[in-house]
């Protein structure tokens, strides 16, 4: 059974920086397509973030040069560093895998406000 645990968000400042995790079960993220779709009230999913087998990284406009994804194989984690967090970053960051079928994850809650 595959599953994708995210961690990680929560309410900071703009400006401000967080780091959202996604520890895997059941598949092995190096090999898949790993990667951050986030989902805000009223407006479409986005993608935020990929990373792919080969270690290929692909970002969303609005996020390239605030948000590096990463994973470690040690612990079967990607990880989504957010720096210099906007109001307009606030969503829903859902964590995904992709190698024939997609695997999504619960989801977490990004607030950024003051």
């Known amino acids: 059974q595959v599953q994708l645990v995210e961690s990680g968000g929560g309410l900071v400042q703009p400006g401000g920086s967080l780091r959202l995790s996604c520890a895997a079960s059941?598949?092995?993220?190096?090999?898949?397509?790993m990667g951050w779709y986030r989902q805000a009230p009223g407006k479409p999913r986005e993608l935020v973030a990929r990373?792919?087998?080969?270690?290929?990284?692909n970002y969303g406009d609005s996020v390239k040069g605030r948000f590096t994804i990463s994973r470690d194989n040690t612990k079967n984690t990607v990880y989504l560093q957010m720096n210099s967090l906007e109001p307009e970053d606030t969503a829903v960051y859902l964590c995904?895998?992709?190698?024939?079928?997609?695997?999504w994850g619960q989801g977490t809650q990004v607030t950024v406000s003051s």
């Open positions: 995904y895998a992709y190698r024939f079928v997609t695997y």
């Open positions: 059941g598949i092995i993220v190096s090999a898949h397509i």
């Open positions: 990373l792919t087998e080969g270690g290929i990284t």
